[in-house]
C-alpha cells in the first residue's frame, strides 16, 4: 500500500481527517465544563444543544446541492474551515443562545467533511485499496484523538477555556487553508450526479446504514451512562478507556481494512453483528464494572467494521452514484438520533435493561441482513 501514502488524495484526506479529528474531540471535552462552569447552563439546556448538534447530520443530503457550485474537494476544505471558526468562536460566547450557534456551526463543519470523505474515498481508490484507506484515517483520527486529548489535559491548568479553543480552531483554520491550496483531483474518476438519488437497488446498502446509526446512538446515549450511574466509573476512569479505545484503534483499524479485502464485506459483518448481539446482552445483565468497562473497549473497536458498508456500496453502485448517495446514507444514518435517544431514555427510566436489550435484536437483525450480501467480483 506505499503507492497510496503518496497518492494527493490520501494526504488530502489524511491532513483534513486531522482537522475534523481534532475539531470533535476538543468540542466533546471541553463542552459540558464550558458550558456548564463558564456559559452556566443547565440539564435542559444541555440537552437541547446535544440534540441540535446532531440536526447538521440529518442534514448531510444537502451537500448533493452545495457541490453544483463548488468541487467536491473544495468542500471537503470548506466544511473544516466552518469547523474551525465554530470552535474557536466557542469561548468567546458562554450562553445558551451562543452556545447553539457554535455547535451549529462545528457540527456542519464536521458532518460534511465527514460526507465529503467517505465519497472521495470511494471515487478514488478502487475496490481493493479503499478499505485499507478507510482503515488507515481511522487510525489517524484515534492518534489524533489521543494528541489532543493530552493537549488539552497538560494546557487547562495554564490556560482559560477562551485560549484553548482559540488555539485549537485557529489551528484547524490554516488546516482548512492549507486544503484550499491543494488540487488532489485527477480528471480519472467518474462525473458524480448532483441531485439527490435513491434506488431500489441499494435498499441493503441503506438499511445496514439506518442499523448502523440506530447501534451507533444506544452506544453514545447509554454505554458510558451505565458506566458512571451503575458502576461509578470517574472521569478519570472514563478517559482511560477513551485511551485504550484510541490507541487500540490507532493499530486495529488499518488491519480491519486489510480484512474487508481478503474476506469481503459478508463475514466482516457478520464477525460483528455477531459479537455486538453478545456485547449488547451483557451490557444488560452484566454486574461486574470490569466487565462493563472490558465491553465498553470492544463495543468501540467493533465501530471500526462499519466502514464495510461503504465499501459494500462501492461494489454494487454506479460510479457516479457515490456522492449523492454517501449524503443520502449519511443522512440515514443519523434518523434514528433524532428519536431513539428520547425513546431509549424513557425505557431507561423502566429498566436500564431494556435499550441495550433492544440494542442486541437490532444486531440480530442486521446480522441476518449481511447474509444477504453476495459475493461480488472485485
Not at 285 to 307: C, V
Not at 331 to 340: G, K, M, S
Not at 342 to 356: H, K, L, Q, S, V
Request: hydrophobic content about 55%.
Amino acid at each position: 500500500m506505499d503507492p497510496i501514502k503518496k497518492n494527493p488524495m490520501f494526504i488530502y484526506l489524511s491532513v483534513l481527517t486531522v482537522a475534523s479529528t481534532v475539531g470533535l474531540q476538543a468540542w466533546t471535552t471541553l463542552f459540558n465544563n464550558f458550558a456548564v462552569e463558564v456559559a452556566h447552563l443547565h440539564g435542559d439546556d444541555i440537552g437541547i444543544i446535544q440534540s441540535i448538534r446532531e440536526i447538521p447530520g440529518f442534514l448531510a443530503l444537502l451537500a448533493i446541492f452545495v457541490i453544483r457550485l463548488i468541487p467536491e474537494h473544495r468542500l471537503s476544505a470548506l466544511s473544516i474551515l466552518i469547523l474551525g471558526i465554530g470552535i474557536a468562536m466557542t469561548g468567546w460566547l458562554p450562553s445558551l443562545t451562543g452556545l447553539i450557534l457554535t455547535t451549529v456551526m462545528m457540527s456542519f463543519g464536521f458532518h460534511y467533511y465527514e460526507t465529503t470523505n467517505m465519497s472521495l474515498t470511494l471515487q478514488y481508490f478502487d475496490k481493493q485499496a479503499s478499505p485499507w484507506v478507510f482503515g488507515k484515517l481511522r487510525s489517524i483520527s484515534a492518534a489524533s484523538s489521543i494528541v489532543v486529548g493530552v493537549f488539552i489535559f497538560c494546557m487547562a491548568s495554564v490556560l482559560d477555556f477562551k485560549a484553548i479553543y482559540m488555539i485549537i480552531g485557529t489551528l484547524i483554520g490554516l488546516t482548512a487553508i492549507w486544503g484550499f491550496t491543494r488540487r488532489p483531483t485527477t480528471t480519472e474518476t467518474a462525473v458524480q450526479r448532483k441531485r439527490m438519488i435513491v434506488r431500489g437497488r441499494y435498499w441493503l446498502f441503506y438499511f445496514l446504514t439506518f442499523m448502523a446509526g440506530a447501534r451507533r446512538q444506544i452506544f453514545i446515549a447509554f454505554a458510558v451512562l451505565l458506566l458512571v450511574q451503575k458502576f461509578g466509573y470517574s472521569v478519570q476512569a472514563v478517559t482511560i478507556l477513551f485511551v485504550i479505545n484510541n490507541t487500540i484503534n490507532y493499530f486495529l483499524s488499518p488491519a480491519i481494512g486489510r480484512a474487508i479485502i481478503r474476506f469481503g464485506e459478508r463475514r466482516v459483518l457478520t464477525l460483528e453483528y455477531s459479537f455486538l448481539i453478545g456485547i449488547f446482552m451483557a451490557y444488560a445483565f452484566t454486574e461486574s464494572k470490569w466487565l462493563a468497562g472490558g465491553l465498553y473497549i470492544l463495543d468501540h473497536i467493533f465501530f471500526n467494521f462499519a466502514m464495510a458498508i461503504n465499501t459494500f456500496f462501492q461494489k454494487i453502485g454506479d460510479p457516479g452514484d457515490v456522492a449523492p448517495t454517501m449524503a443520502v446514507g449519511f443522512t440515514i444514518n443519523h434518523i434514528a438520533a433524532v428519536f431513539l435517544p428520547a425513546i431509549g431514555g424513557y425505557f431507561w427510566i423502566i429498566d436500564y435493561r431494556i435499550p441495550f436489550i433492544a440494542g442486541a435484536v437490532m444486531a440480530l437483525i442486521s446480522l441476518s441482513a449481511v447474509q444477504l450480501i453476495r459475493p461480488i467480483s472485485q
